[in-house]
Nanobody
């Protein structure tokens, strides 16, 4: 089992920045892909970014160049650094984990955090 706890959500103005954190615990996480996904009101959950503990990163086209997914292996923590935020980034953001594979769809992930709300005002 892998337990994930997100934090760092909140309200920010368009053009601003916010950093989300995901603290992971459980099994040896070096074999897991850690991802961030989001769900806006009335929309399906979508992939945002993912990282392997080796350092490889993956981003959706909608956030590429604005978001990064750094991680601190010693703390078993993954972050989502969000810059140049737009109102359309408003959503509940979820941290998720998957053993070995690198999913870019929500159903590819096995473990989920509880989610944290991000609201971007115009």
């Amino acid at each position: 089992q892998v337990q994930l706890v997100e934090s760092g959500g909140g309200l920010v103005q368009a053009g601003g920045s916010l950093r989300l954190s995901c603290a992971a615990s459980g099994r040896t996480l070096s074999s897991y892909t850690m991802g961030w996904l989001r769900q806006a009101p009335g929309k399906e959950r979508e992939f945002v970014a993912a990282t392997r503990w080796s350092g490889s990163t993956y981003y959706s086209d909608s956030v590429k160049g604005r978001f990064t997914i750094p991680r601190d292996n010693a703390k078993n923590t993954v972050y989502l650094q969000m810059n140049k935020l737009k109102p359309e980034d408003t959503a509940v953001y979820y941290c998720a984990a998957k053993l070995w594979a690198i999913p870019t769809t929500p159903r590819g992930y096995d473990y989920w955090g509880q989610g944290t709300q991000v609201t971007v005002s115009s």
